[in-house]
């Protein structure tokens, strides 16, 4: 779920450019031009989770009501191996498991180049995103609530318990959206496009320590999560 309590029925439509706040963390990107670089089937070394593993790459097109993949571009990259269960492809190239891109991949080599750079990951899908690129998505709303769109806050979000790094980002001019709230947050908005502008220096709020903080930042990775489930 995306969105609650949404307000009205039909979508809204932005006049004008709209400043909304996301919350995101440092984590991993791919290079501009990695679809020159990788293709379907590439073998690859990758850095998951701190582990070196070797494997092929797996290219696939979105569908938009995959919850997990719905904001990453018009294709998402697989590492398929066999040492980490996460988002499934459905093409795994003979392995066991595959792994979406997110902010526990560090490094991806494929024929000899590297392709991930630093950049940053949304809180709580854990999606790859970039300062100054726009994203898409579905807009749909079912029984009052939004179940697939771009979340976004109307205010400055104030968070406890994760390392929070907050970005400007704009709902572009003629863009859909709905207003309602997100894990009992009002002022929430989600909308079909949402570009991000910058990220405010200051704008991070301290983890706590200790275990706690383990299992709240596994939270914001649904592919670690799941894993780390099956060690508690």
């Known amino acids: 779920m995306c969105l609650s309590y949404v307000t009205t029925k039909k979508p809204l439509i932005a006049y004008e450019d709209i400043t909304v706040y996301k919350l995101v963390k440092n984590g991993t990107s791919l290079v501009d031009n990695w679809k020159d670089i990788v293709f379907h089937g590439n073998d690859c070394i990758a850095v998951i989770n701190g582990e070196t593993v070797e494997g092929k ?16 571009g018009d294709d998402v990259l697989y590492i398929c191996q066999n040492s980490f269960k996460g ?19 560090t490094s991806i080599i494929v024929n000899g180049k590297e392709i991930t750079t630093p950049g940053y990951n949304t809180i709580y899908q854990g999606s790859s995103v970039k300062i100054g690129n726009e994203y898409t998505s579905e807009l749909i709303l079912n029984d009052g609530e939004i179940d697939i769109g771009l979340h976004s806050y109307i205010k400055k979000p104030k ?10 980002c704009v709902i572009p001019k003629g863009s859909k ?15 079909d496009r949402i570009r ?16 706690n903080s383990e299992i709240r930042s596994a939270i914001s990775s649904r592919q670690y999560y799941r894993r780390f489930l099956k060690k508690m």
């Open 87 to 105: 988002n499934p492809a459905n093409d795994k190239l003979g392995y066991e498991y595959s792994w979406s891109l997110d902010e526990c991949v």
């Open 196 to 211: 991000y502008v910058k990220i405010l220096d200051g704008e991070i709020v301290k983890n706590f320590k200790g275990r």
């Open 159 to 168: 968070f406890k318990g994760i390392i929070d790094i907050i970005a400007e």
């Open 177 to 191: 959206y709905f207003i309602g709230n997100f894990d009992e947050i009002e002022d929430s908005i989600a909308s």
């Open 57 to 72: 790459i797996s290219i696939e097109k979105i569908k938009y009501k995959d919850v997990y993949r719905k904001i990453n």
